[in-house]
């Protein structure tokens, strides 16, 4: 795991929902495209379902990350594009259960008119930041 600053309310902010409003930290970057609820042979899982997808949506950021070197503990960005802001509390659930709530990575949530496939409901997209291997 790489050496962070986790910074979650500067003086005159408003905390956050589960995120940090900053995370500093030195080391190698790896930047993780915006994940989607499609299993390995790209077939859409939990249509209709939020929490079906958000899970699938955090395993697929999980073999990202891995494929990387990184897990979530090395995220120091996490942002989140949803369809509906309903769904937000099922992406917090399965967020929650990833991440350090202690130390949360920086977070953005955006709502979207849609997605690349009308049946998803949310993408996540995540920067991490890994030691330097130097």
Known sequence: MSSLTHIPTPDGLAPGNGYSHVVQGEGKFAAISGQIALDADGEVVGVGDPDAQA?????????CLEAAGATFADVVK??????????MPA??????????????P?????QVVSLVRP???????AFALLPSTD
């Open 55 to 63: 899970r699938q949506v955090f395993a697929n950021l999980a073999r």
């Open 106 to 110: 920086a977070g953005t949530a955006v």
């Open 119 to 125: 049946e998803l409901l949310m993408e996540v997209e």
């Open 78 to 87: 996490l942002t989140f594009f949803v369809t509906d802001l309903a769904v």
């Open 91 to 104: 992406l917090r659930t399965a967020r929650d259960a990833h991440i350090d709530t202690g130390h949360p």
